[in-house]
Nanobody, 121 residues
């Protein structure tokens, strides 16, 4: 079992920056991939960025060049640095952790409760 808690959301003006944090507890050594997803009002949840245990990253096209993702495997922590924020970045941001068990072969997804990010003047 993995528990996730996000922090760092808030209100920021367009062009500003925010840094989100995700703290994992429980079986953190079993986590394979961690990521950030977001959900805006009336829209489906979408991927923002992911990072593997080895540090391989993947970003949504809409945030490439503006957001960076990092991870401290030993601490079970993950971060999302968001720069040049736009109003369309407004959403609830969720931390995700993926644990893949081998026997039986199964993917387990864990989610945090979410943190609100609002970009507005």
């Amino acid at each position: 079992q993995v528990q996730l808690v996000e922090s760092g959301g808030g209100l920021v003006q367009p062009g500003g920056s925010l840094r989100l944090s995700c703290a994992a507890s429980g079986s953190i050594s079993s986590i394979n991939v961690m990521g950030w997803y977001r959900q805006a009002p009336g829209k489906q949840r979408e991927l923002v960025a992911t990072i593997t245990t080895g540090g391989i990253t993947n970003f949504a096209d809409s945030v490439k060049g503006r957001f960076t993702i990092s991870r401290d495997n030993a601490k079970g922590a993950m971060y999302l640095q968001m720069n040049s924020l736009k109003p369309e970045d407004t959403a609830i941001y969720y931390c995700n952790a993926v644990v893949i068990s081998v026997v039986p072969l199964k993917r387990n997804d864990y989610w945090g409760q979410g943190t609100q990010v609002t970009v507005s003047s």
